[in-house]
């Protein structure tokens, strides 16, 4: 058979809404695009520990600091998840992660700006998360299968994250007037990177075009975007703040909010590595690959040892 028959029965397959597994054939595009996708997202929960981690020392109590701690665990092991699918497709773990350690991976924007109060916490899940859950919710119908069904337990979880981060922002807004400011200074500061963790605007995306016919993605950056906007302008109301967008209002024509420019220089220039905290969060990263070598060889030792104790007690 042909290449362009196999494309032909492959796209076909996409169409009718067939999931790919690992074994079956697949474009080199396709292949590429998946682990280059699920890789970054990996590397996205992975970097997202840290600006939360920063704050379980810190939280304002027992109550607070053990969600955060569940938070970040779940993050963890959403990385873990995201990892194995990407291994399923012919890329090693080592692979990714030195990709990630010597900056030619990318991750989500959004985790190289800095957590400077309490209320960074609340504005993550809100926000950060909520836009993470537009997107992620449309990749449990990816038609690749083992992304797909590692997303149905990853929104789950980053469902109940971002519930807490609302509950967690509600409550600051009904306190003293600092934890009211603080409230707003938090979603301030989060409300514009949390727009750009939809990608570039359509007219810019590269991949966008060709993804969206191999529905590996479901919906354009701008439309989850316009899908987010609409979502917290009405949200934001709860909780007596404001977004920081003058030109935000109803458009009754559309039936969407209008939305102000997003100021895409400073999207590419994070993207670049050139963020607030860019560097430090790549540092945090390998320090931690490094300090943990030794669990990584003693688990493989064990593994290894176990594996041939079998293999002796079968012959």
């Known amino acids: 058979m042909s290449v362009l028959e196999l494309e032909q029965l492959f796209q076909q397959k996409i169409d009718a809404e067939q999931k790919i597994e690992p074994k079956d054939w697949m474009p080199d595009a396709y292949r590429k695009t998946n682990v280059r996708q699920i890789s970054q997202h990996a590397h996205s929960e992975i970097v997202g520990m840290l600006p939360e981690g920063n704050w379980i020392s810190r939280a304002p109590s027992l109550k607070r600091k053990a969600i955060l701690i569940a938070k970040v665990q779940d993050e963890a092991g959403h990385g873990l998840y995201l990892y194995s699918a990407a291994e399923t497709l012919g890329t090693s773990r080592n692979e990714m992660i030195n990709d990630l350690h010597s900056g030619k991976a990318k991750y989500s924007s ?8 309490w209320a960074d916490m609340g504005a993550i899940g ?28 990853i929104c789950k979880e980053e469902s109940f994250h971002q519930r807490q981060g609302f509950e967690s922002l509600l409550v600051l807004s009904k306190g003293t007037e600092a934890q009211k400011a603080m409230c707003q200074d938090a979603i301030n500061r989060w409300w514009w990177p949390s727009l750009m963790m939809f990608g570039p605007k359509d007219s810019e995306s590269t991949n966008s075009d060709q993804s969206m016919k191999w529905k590996i993605k479901r919906k354009t950056n701008d439309e989850l975007r316009q899908q987010f906007v609409d979502m917290c302008a009405q949200q934001v109301k709860l909780l007596g703040m404001t977004l920081p967008d003058p030109d935000l209002k109803w458009n009754e024509t559309t039936q969407h909010y209008d939305f102000g420019a997003i100021n895409w220089q400073e999207f590419w220039n994070v993207v670049k590595g050139n963020g607030p905290c860019n560097k430090e969060r790549l540092e945090a990263r390998r320090n931690a690959h490094a300090a943990g070598a030794w669990v990584r060889e003693a688990a493989i030792a064990y593994a290894t040892k176990k594996k041939n104790k079998q293999q002796k007690q079968v012959a």
């Open 110 to 117: 959004i985790f190289n700006y800095p957590t400077l109060t």
């Open 126 to 153: 809100w926000l950060v998360d909520g836009a993470a859950i537009l997107n992620q919710v449309m990749l449990c119908r990816t038609s690749y299968g083992p992304y797909a069904r590692a997303m149905v337990r």
